[in-house]
């Protein structure tokens, strides 16, 4: 019984250390002690280039590159949503009166989730006002109703994932020529922890 009696404590001691040794092993941890820094426009333009280098020739990559005036100041992770937006378009409601064209949007704001987009609908209230905001994701939504209702009614305001809104624009379905304003959610993680710009599709 004594025998008995000292083995068992000795596997539970086994199986403590191990499950301890999986705890350390996670790399998800190092990432999120990382502070995100605010997005700057080298960091896109690296991102063009480096994606484009290889297909382009050197004229073609010249063309690629965006002057800094193409660029609003970034947030510096101290906004809430609405309250960045408010700042980079003071002149919000002005825009919302004039614009009356269909298949268009003002303001586009891409995000690597359906998840993500619907969360970021719910945190720009504040900014919106009465203006009306369109899903542009795949989520429970086919391409199909998206572009009846594009063409139906005037949005102001378009949040979805890259992938749906380039099938939108390919099938002539979002017309860009009235956009004044394309916001990148830049920082946010994944379960996966990966930012948007870290999945290899987009």
């Known amino acids: 019984p004594t025998e008995c009696f000292l083995s068992q404590p000795e596997e539970k001691q086994e199986s403590t250390v191990k499950a301890k040794r999986r705890k350390k092993k996670k790399i998800s941890d190092v990432l999120q002690k990382s502070a995100p820094k605010p997005g700057v426009p080298a960091d896109l333009q ?17 063309e690629l590159n965006l002057s800094d005036s193409c660029f609003l100041p970034a947030n510096d992770l101290s906004h809430s949503f609405s309250s960045y937006l408010k700042e980079i378009c003071p002149k919000w409601a002005k825009l919302r009166r004039n614009h009356k064209e269909k298949k268009s949007v003002v303001m586009l704001v891409l995000c690597s989730s359906a998840l993500r987009s619907l969360e970021l609908i719910k945190s720009m209230t504040a900014f919106k006002g009465d203006c009306k905001v369109l899903k542009l994701f795949a989520k429970h939504i086919k391409i199909k109703e998206q572009m009846n209702m594009l063409e139906k009614g005037v949005f102001h305001i378009g949040v979805g994932t890259p992938g749906r809104v380039k099938a939108l624009v390919e099938q002539d379905g979002l017309c860009l020529n009235s956009t004044k304003y394309m916001i990148l959610d830049w920082n946010w993680r994944d379960q996966k922890l990966r930012r948007m710009m870290d999945i290899p599709e987009v």
């Open 46 to 62: 690296n991102l063009l280039t480096q994606h484009f280098g290889e297909n382009r020739s050197v004229i073609e990559i010249e």
